[in-house]
């Protein structure tokens, strides 16, 4: 029998469950527990472009170069999906009914344009990610134990 070491190692808060900032954290926690089985796990990092700020923070950030559009996450290694090869992957998580956003199909648009070799994936659940994430870094095999 298969057992997923995704569901029985990982913690899901019952407080915050429900929403795309707690998706998000089950799959940082994820990352951190198997980053020592594959070093490519340490290549991916969130980009804080979301949430509420107060103005004058929100205006720093921008004069640093947020950009509003760029996606949840980076994987900054190469890897494959169904057998292509990409130089990196995109991902950005959803909850519900969420969709992407005008700027976040600009985003991706322009980054297609100019010929950057990257995969773009929408997640709704942390544990999908986990799947795209295992497949894209070579450790699908290891999702897996045999009790």
């Known amino acids: 029998m298969r057992r997923r070491l995704t569901s029985v190692n990982a913690t899901v808060p019952s407080k915050n469950a429900g929403s795309e900032h707690q998706e998000q954290v089950n799959l940082f926690t994820w990352i951190r527990m198997f980053d020592v089985r594959n070093p490519k796990l340490k290549t991916i990092f969130a980009i804080p472009n979301g949430g509420y700020r107060t103005p004058l923070a929100a205006g720093k950030m921008k004069a640093e170069g947020q950009k509003s559009g760029v996606w ?13 090869e990409y130089d990196g992957m995109w991902m950005e998580m959803k909850f519900g009914k969420g969709k992407l956003t005008d ?34 870094t070579g450790m699908e095999d290891e999702l897996w134990t045999k009790h």
């Open 103 to 136: 700027n976040q199909k600009v985003f991706k648009e322009t980054l297609q344009q100019y010929g950057a070799s990257y995969n773009w994936v929408v997640c709704y659940c942390w544990t999908d990610a986990v799947k795209i994430i295992a497949e894209y």
């Open 72 to 84: 949840d996450i980076f994987v900054a290694c190469r890897g494959s999906i169904g057998g292509v």
